[in-house]
């Protein structure tokens, strides 16, 4: 009548099924939210800034941080990290966050995304 799985099938089915449901499951917090991936330097930004009340979390200083360390940032990939650095090199170091949007590829929603994370020498941006 139907098309019978071997054992070898079924137990491909099973083991595809059981990862599925497991990748689910982690894909959703406790409270009900999906999990936000976050690059490894923004993560510690964010756990350092959570965990205590102070201002001495880090940041990722976009005055002095390298071509590596700015493409940890979200939405920030080679391309922009690179530009970033060649703007900083042509014109000098960015006097306030707001003028990371001289940077070509760098728009508001960009800067947005990234402002919990950056700064500028000793500025905090909130």
């Known amino acids: 009548m139907g098309y019978r799985l071997s054992a070898r099938e079924l137990t491909a089915f099973c083991v595809l099924t059981g990862l599925l449901a497991l990748g689910t499951v982690l894909a959703w917090r406790s409270d009900g ?4 991936i976050v690059p490894s330097a923004a993560r510690l930004a964010v756990s350092a800034r959570d965990s205590s009340s102070d201002d001495n979390a880090p940041y990722v200083n976009v005055n002095t941080a390298s071509v590596q360390e700015l493409t940890l940032l979200p939405e920030i990939g080679p391309v922009k ?11 000098g170091p960015f006097p306030e966050v707001e003028a990371l949007l001289r940077v070509r590829g760098i728009g508001p929603k960009t800067l947005e995304r990234v402002r919990p994370f950056i700064t500028v020498s000793h500025e905090r941006t909130q």
């Open 33 to 36: 939210g999906p999990i936000r």
């Open 81 to 91: 990290a690179n530009a970033i650095v060649e703007y900083r090199t042509a014109w």
